[in-house]
């Protein structure tokens, strides 16, 4: 039997390809690990115009208790008016998993945290998750596209 030089020939081929891949997506979630951290460095500082810059334009969050928020201009005003009524006194996440598919990712992790009400009055710390779902833009960079959260804590 003679031997087929095609198959030997695209054996490293797809070998090379498959790496390739490999490291697109290391990099893709190194990025996003670099965009989620300006994310939260946004939020924790009430910095709401950095926050908006971070967003796709048709951005969504969601809430717990509400109703969702949508587009930079919605998220801004209420990103606005939660910083007025609060600020976070200690946050730290902690990642389920990040997964990237083609120009969408999404992150799913558990958060602890402490808010206190700018007003004066007694922190509550809480724990929860949170789910993000990022999209790359036509210039490659990624953004937060959706923002889901809610808390583990049993009401009271």
Known sequence: MKPNWMLFAAI??????????????????????????????AIIGGDTERYVTL????AVLLPPNGAPVSGKEEIRRWNEA????????????????VV????????RATVDWTIAPVAGGQAVRDSGKFI???????DGSWRVARDIWNSSTEPR
């Open 100 to 107: 990237v598919a083609d120009d969408w990712a999404f992150r």
């Open 55 to 58: 967003l796709t334009d048709d």
């Open 132 to 138: 993000i779902i990022y999209r790359r833009g036509l």
């Open 12 to 41: 490293p081929l797809a070998i090379f390809v498959t790496g390739c891949q490999i490291n697109s997506i290391e990099a893709d979630v190194e990025e996003l690990n670099r965009l989620q951290k300006q994310v939260d460095a």
């Open 82 to 97: 939660m910083s007025k009524q609060f600020r976070i006194v200690s946050y730290a996440s902690v990642d389920d998993e």
